[in-house]
């Protein structure tokens, strides 16, 4: 029986390693605070103490973190424990640098694959999301498609820095949808005519996502991501958009909060 270690119940990740029980492999599961993992454990899975006992013995390693410091720490406790013959799954938004820089760390024997994810809470929890799979995944392309649709990037790095550029987009297009109904706002108009105009325009993708419910990406990850795009290359109204979730960020009772949060905060405030 395949063994897969999950790190990461956030989120993202604990719908997502929900995914995994059906499947006929033997899930061990970690997450920083322990009580995220008690529904798992109730349906099966198995809860390990800390990063290092997750992954011993585990045949496919998956970790959906916060961000490149959280993978950077997980990579030093899980590290010494991967056996030759183990794929490291990084499935977090961490850009295609980390990428490069963990794969300079793996053990002799040992298959890097960079997996990031497009979609939210609302698709993780229904196995629907896109995987963006960069490197050798041909071995774990069975385990991720439990998670939906797998599309293979390239070389490995070519999925963290595709999902770059895919959240660049949203986030970008959230705080565009925002002005515009601050826009709306000053000139008086209804707010529910403004917004069915631009949801039946070329933004309408983008409308649903700034005032979408029952999904979750936080602000402060907003912020992480277009932080990584705008370090990469000149991206001046990217710029501009990562000021406005910087500041939204810097409310206490936003920066967890979806993004839709941010877009009530960029029309009242910015």
Same mark, same amino acid.
């Given at each position: 029986?395949?063994?897969?270690?999950?790190?990461?119940?956030?989120?993202?990740?604990?719908?997502?390693?929900?995914?995994?029980?059906?499947?006929?492999?033997?899930?061990?599961?970690?997450?920083?605070?322990?009580?995220?993992?008690?529904?798992?454990?109730?349906?099966?899975?198995?809860?390990?103490?800390?990063?290092?006992?997750?992954?011993?013995?585990?045949?496919?390693?998956?970790?959906?973190?916060?961000?490149?410091?959280?993978?950077?720490?997980?990579?030093?406790?899980?590290?010494?424990?991967?056996?030759?013959?183990?794929?490291?799954?990084?499935?977090?938004?961490?850009?295609?640098?980390?990428?490069?820089?963990?794969?300079?760390?793996?053990?002799?024997?040992?298959?890097?694959?960079?997996?990031?994810?497009?979609?939210?809470?609302?698709?993780?929890?229904?196995?629907?999301?896109?995987?963006?799979?960069?490197?050798?995944?041909?071995?774990?392309?069975?385990?991720?498609?439990?998670?939906?649709?797998?599309?293979?990037?390239?070389?490995?790095?070519?999925?963290?820095?595709?999902?770059?550029?895919?959240?660049?987009?949203?986030?970008?297009?959230?705080?565009?949808?925002?002005?515009?109904?601050?826009?709306?706002?000053?000139?008086?108009?209804?707010?529910?005519?403004?917004?069915?105009?631009?949801?039946?325009?070329?933004? =309408?993708?983008?409308?649903?996502?700034?005032?979408?419910?029952?999904?979750?990406?936080? =602000?402060?990850?907003?912020?992480?991501?277009? =932080?990584?795009?705008?370090?990469?290359?000149?991206?001046?109204?990217?710029?501009?958009?990562?000021?406005?979730?910087?500041?939204?960020?810097?409310?206490?009772?936003?920066?967890?909060?979806?993004?839709?949060?941010?877009?009530?905060?960029?029309?009242?405030?910015?």
């Amino acid at each position: 029986m395949e063994k897969i270690a999950f790190l990461g119940l956030g989120h993202m990740g604990e719908p997502m390693a929900r995914q995994l029980l059906p499947a006929e492999a033997a899930l061990t599961v970690w997450n920083r605070t322990p009580a995220k993992a008690e529904a798992l454990a109730a349906e099966g899975a198995t809860v390990a103490t800390d990063p290092a006992d997750a992954v011993r013995e585990a045949d496919v390693v998956i970790t959906m973190l916060a961000g490149p410091d959280a993978v950077r720490e997980i990579a030093d406790a899980i590290l010494p424990a991967l056996r030759p013959g183990t794929y490291w799954v990084e499935m977090s938004t961490v850009g295609p640098d980390t990428v490069k820089e963990l794969a300079g760390r793996v053990p002799d024997g040992v298959t890097l694959v960079d997996a990031p994810v497009m979609g939210s809470t609302d698709k993780a929890a229904a196995g629907r999301l896109g995987i963006l799979a960069g490197g050798d995944a041909a071995g774990v392309e069975h385990v991720l498609a439990r998670f939906g649709p797998v599309t293979r990037t390239g070389p490995l790095g070519s999925g963290a820095a595709l999902k770059l550029v895919v959240n660049t987009a949203v986030i970008g297009g959230v705080a565009l949808v925002a002005e515009a109904m601050k826009l709306a706002d000053a000139l008086g108009l209804d707010e529910a005519t403004a917004r069915d105009a631009l949801a039946a325009g070329p933004l =309408s993708g983008a409308v649903a996502r700034a005032f979408a419910t029952d999904v979750h990406f936080g =602000s402060d990850l907003a912020v992480k991501d277009v =932080s990584l795009a705008t370090r990469t290359t000149e991206l001046p109204a990217m710029e501009a958009v990562l000021r406005h979730f910087q500041a939204a960020a810097a409310d206490p009772d936003v920066v967890h909060e979806d993004v839709s949060r941010a877009v009530t905060h960029i029309r009242r405030d910015s």
